[in-house]
């Protein structure tokens, strides 16, 4: 039987997305070819690019505001530095949000590209919570902030309204929650948490930021070469795109992002609520900012470790381990997590309260 998969990333799929794929790796779309050998110019692939590029703008509700949608190589990780290169003019400066270990991934490459202002961080207090009430240079380049913090289980609720450009790195929360995206102007993701398998990263840019900072750029890493090029600039990953495209397609079936972030919030509500009312546990994140995606989770006596761990992979779930760097345990409960895996989680936690 399929596992309850709570992996923050890669990680749990629509089935569906799977079936769709396993069969397109045989035969594509009829064409007796595999979807791995067909050329990224053929007119079935360009389709393909077309439409997942499309469909992103859709759901995010970006269509016709002067955005474009990529798919590029690297992961988020390789956006770290690809944003400062893009909008950072030379001598100029940036301003980082620091809520966690990628936010700070994401300013520790920035500073090689100019002044990079932290103006605030929770690394104090271990990354529990969002700061708030923090001042915004006025005359920086941009305003970095990651709308969901991965590792720690945190999440921001609000985002500043600025007149400088917005960039977030929402690879663990895109497509998950219903957000007036037209206030981003620049938006990544890897794809491997809530979009696709790994190997692919999503960029969604409004084209007028760009272009502006004097300093030269090299093609791979230039955001206008790839929107010149409609995404196809070297051979794109082509079978983490089309898969991609699958999930979005499912995601658009469901009934788009409303209808998600309401499964979404039951699932959520359903496991805090269980961690609050079970007194062998304790949430690790401040409650106000509780990420929906992940949450964060220990034992108040770590002794009960070894027999919750028998129990919980005994009723079939998976990837519930921490991130190493925090210890306890983390439920990612992306888009395509059925609500039923929550429950059979939740029913392990109360069956551990039953046992002590
Ligand atoms: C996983 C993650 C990353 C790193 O993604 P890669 O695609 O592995 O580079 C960056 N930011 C956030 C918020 C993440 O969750």
Redesign the pocket.
Known sequence: MKKHNYSA?PCILPQEVFEQSAKAVLNFNGMDLSILEISHRSKEFVSVMEEARALVLELLGLEGKGYQALFLHG????EFLMVPYNLMKENGKAAYLDTGT?AS?AIKEAKHFGETIVVASSKADNYTHIPKNYKIQADADYFHC?S???IFGTQMKSFPELNIPVVC?M??DIFSRSLDFSKFDLIYA?A??NMGP?GA?LVVVKEEILGKTGRYIPSMLDYQQHIAKESMYNTPPVFPIYASLLTLQWLKNQGGIKAIEKQNEAKANLLYTEIDRNPLFKGTASVEDRSSMNATFVLNDESHAETFDKLWKAAGISGLTGHRSVGGYRASMYNALPLESVQVLVDVMKDLESKI
Not at 75 to 78: E, K, M, N, P, R
């Open positions: 990333g992961g988020a990780s390789l990628w991934g990651t969901n913090n991965t790195d690879s663990s890897g491997q948490k790994a990263t």
